[in-house]
């Protein structure tokens, strides 16, 4: 009677402008899997890296048999590239881990014992986030707690390192908007979920490729795509200042009828530019979600594959 075949493990490793540690990480990634009772394979996708980081997946991927990437067509950012590796990952449960070698291969094997345990999501939590300028440590926290104030989404510490089964994988794909944000649609999902801590180790090589503005953008997405509160701070501030014109137009009107009315016009000049402030604001907050809007219905493809490496059939 013939054995069922193994369980399979996918790794997805979304990379830009890591060329020079992708060896090191290939092969710690592969000295954990080989421990591991499972059958493996490990997906990166080059999101239109300038330098030669196809060229080293081309070399790598003679070396090891379980190694699959995709080049996409221009830089769409981690999180499409990251939506690239799940949508073409065939395993039973899926690994999802940075390319910078932040996320230490050692994890592997107790995230895969967990979920053979019965979680459905394994999480990699960060006990320590690692050498990060104060700026950085500081705009993590304000945009963390407020999501967390805002759509009831605690994501501290939580990490993209993560690992899911097919059902969560499978959930999640069904999610199909193009304003990505991986973490906070893992945790929208709910499922049964473990967490394992971990500290942060420094990069291997190279420089973050997260500027401040691509900082601001992941995270005026994650707000807009989980909560519509800043919509209603437009109608309350509106609410208020109605409040507010009704009792100062009273207090006006009982000052001319009298004879008491002085010259305002440092008044008159102050609350023009509170009145202005608060309308461009509130349009800036309503331009936010109806942009992304706009980016959902045109419904283009989340992402372009230029190129492929796929293991040799034996």
């Not at 997906?43 to 080049?71: F, H, N």
């Not at 993590?140 to 390192?161: E, I, Q, R, T």
Request: aromatic letters at 10%.
């Amino acid at each position: 009677m013939e054995s069922e075949p193994k369980l399979l493990i996918s790794v997805v490793i979304p990379c830009y402008k890591e060329a020079k540690h992708l060896p090191s990480l290939l092969a710690g990634v592969t000295a954990e899997l080989a421990a591991i009772d499972c059958r493996s394979e490990i997906i990166i996708i080059d999101d239109g890296s300038p330098d030669e980081t196809w060229q080293v997946l081309a070399a790598e991927a003679k070396r090891y048999s379980s190694l699959r990437a995709l080049r996409l067509s221009r830089n769409f950012g981690k999180e499409l590239a990251l939506c690239a590796g799940l949508e073409h990952a065939r395993g039973d449960a899926v690994v999802v881990m940075d390319g910078d070698g932040q996320h230490p291969p050692q994890l592997l094997p107790e995230m895969v014992r967990l979920w053979r345990s019965g979680a459905d999501i394994v999480e990699a939590v960060k006990t320590h986030r690692g050498p990060e300028s104060f700026s950085g440590k500081m705009g993590a926290m304000l945009f963390y707690f407020g999501l967390n104030k805002m759509a009831g989404v605690n994501l501290k510490g939580v990490s993209d390192f993560k690992l899911m089964n097919r059902r969560a994988l499978d959930a999640w794909l069904e999610m199909e908007e193009r304003n990505v944000f991986f973490r906070g649609m893992t945790a929208w999902l709910g499922f049964t979920r473990v967490q394992v801590p971990f500290d942060v180790p420094g990069r291997v090589a190279g420089a973050t490729g997260w500027s401040f503005p691509n900082r601001m953008k992941l995270a005026l997405t994650g707000i807009s795509a989980f909560s519509s509160l800043p919509l209603q701070f437009v109608t309350v501030a509106g609410l208020l200042f109605f409040l507010f014109s009704i009792v100062f137009g009273f207090y006006t009107l009982v000052l001319q009828l009298s004879g008491h009315s002085v010259s305002g016009f440092a008044t008159v000049i102050l609350l023009l530019l509170i009145i202005g402030s608060l309308l461009m604001l509130s349009l800036g907050i309503i331009g936010e979600y109806l942009a992304r809007i706009y980016e959902e219905v045109k419904r283009r493809p989340r992402y372009v594959i230029a190129s492929t490496i796929e293991p040799e059939q034996t």
